[in-house]
């Protein structure tokens, strides 16, 4: 199994589409065996979820996430597990123990929305699934 987490300075970085690198761990009888930062070489939004693909993902640690990514993600057989903070090395191993905290409504929280915006110009004009709502909040 292969687990990639965004990774920006030891800490899951909270904003998918801009991910500059991803940590990919190598996981083999529930333990990591091993891990190695690659960088996105300045692929970006929906073409991330090729690049993971492309690395045989199997699962996304991540922070923010919009619904564009979270599909194409999915339609690359890759599960996402969203609005997670904090270091990447204790996110992954609290996976493994099956006690990772994420939130598998995470959407857009990141984009602190200025100009009252909603989030329909991000990731090709994904909704994120909040009801109407602009993106800022959670239901």
């Given amino acids: 199994m292969k687990i990639a987490v965004t990774y920006e300075n030891g800490e899951v970085f909270q904003h998918f589409g801009h991910s500059e690198q991803f940590k990919i761990y190598d996981v083999s009888g529930g333990k990591v065996a091993s891990a ?63 006690a990772l905290r994420y939130d598998a409504d995470a959407a857009c929280s990141h984009h602190g929305h200025e100009g009252g915006h909603s989030c329909g110009g991000h990731e090709g004009g994904h909704s994120c699934g909040h009801g109407g709502h602009s993106c800022g909040g959670r239901e």
Avoid: M, N, W
């Fill in 36 to 98: 190695r930062v690659v960088d996105t070489e300045g692929s970006g939004h929906g073409a991330l979820a090729g690049f993971l693909a492309a690395r045989q993902v199997d699962a996304l640690i991540c922070g923010g996430i919009g619904g564009g990514a979270k599909a194409a993600l999915a339609e690359a057989g890759i599960a996402v597990y969203g609005g997670v903070t904090g270091p990447a090395d204790a996110a992954v191993e609290a996976f493994l123990q099956g």
